[in-house]
């Protein structure tokens, strides 16, 4: 979900003009507000790595391939690379990397497009993906506190396009505002 998509959701869920213009102002991302020392403490041990247990399917029903995904998945990631390498600029598809992430290494089964509150489901559970780009410095990562979802699969992609991945349960999320809730722990970068 880009910044814009986020303001036009809060907008759409009947928040203010004024409400809107805050989150906007203050900069607020749905990635950047879940502290990324806590994110990063918490990728050290991946040994909870989530299986999936059902088959995948596309968003309109059909069964695909994961190792297809994968191949998707590399090939985008091969043409990000190159344009930076060519551009010195980052590719924007940051949030369907880590999606597409989610799915191959996690069993991410997605919903159809544009549904709100949870991103699809991991072992039968709803789950929200927020992805951090390696041009993020903030270090949080905001999610809303009125999604539906039970937990929150963090994806950090670092500058060499290296991908990390870790669910965390929403009760261990920290109310940020009334609306949002986020991390609190420090980052260890890389």
């Given at each position: ?27 607020l ?5 879940i502290n990324s020392d806590w ?25 695909y ?20 390498e060519?551009t ?32 699809g489901?991991?072992a ?8 951090i780009s ?39 999320l ?7 809730l986020k991390?609190d ?6």
């Amino acid at each position: 979900m880009s910044d814009w998509d986020f303001l036009y959701e809060m907008n759409e869920l009947g928040y203010s003009p004024q409400e809107i213009a805050d989150a906007a102002g203050a900069g607020l991302a749905p990635w950047e507000y879940i502290n990324s020392d806590w994110i990063d403490s918490q990728f050290e041990d991946d040994s909870d790595s989530v299986e999936p247990d059902e088959s995948f399917k596309s968003r309109a029903g059909f069964p695909y391939s994961t190792l297809d995904q994968i191949e998707i998945l590399e090939d985008l990631v091969d043409c990000a690379s190159r344009h930076l390498e060519n551009t010195g600029r980052y590719l924007q598809i940051w949030g369907e990397l880590g999606e597409l992430y989610a799915e191959t290494k996690f069993g991410l089964c997605r919903h159809e497009t544009h549904k709100a509150g949870s991103d699809g489901t991991i072992a039968g559970k709803l789950v929200e993906v927020k992805t951090i780009s390696p041009e993020k410095s903030g270090d949080h990562v905001l999610v809303k506190s009125q999604g539906d979802f039970e937990q929150l699969l963090i994806i950090r992609i670092d500058r060499d396009f290296q991908f990390k991945g870790k669910l965390f349960d929403r009760s261990e999320l920290k109310r940020f505002t009334s609306k949002f809730l986020k991390g609190d722990s420090s980052i260890i970068r890389d």
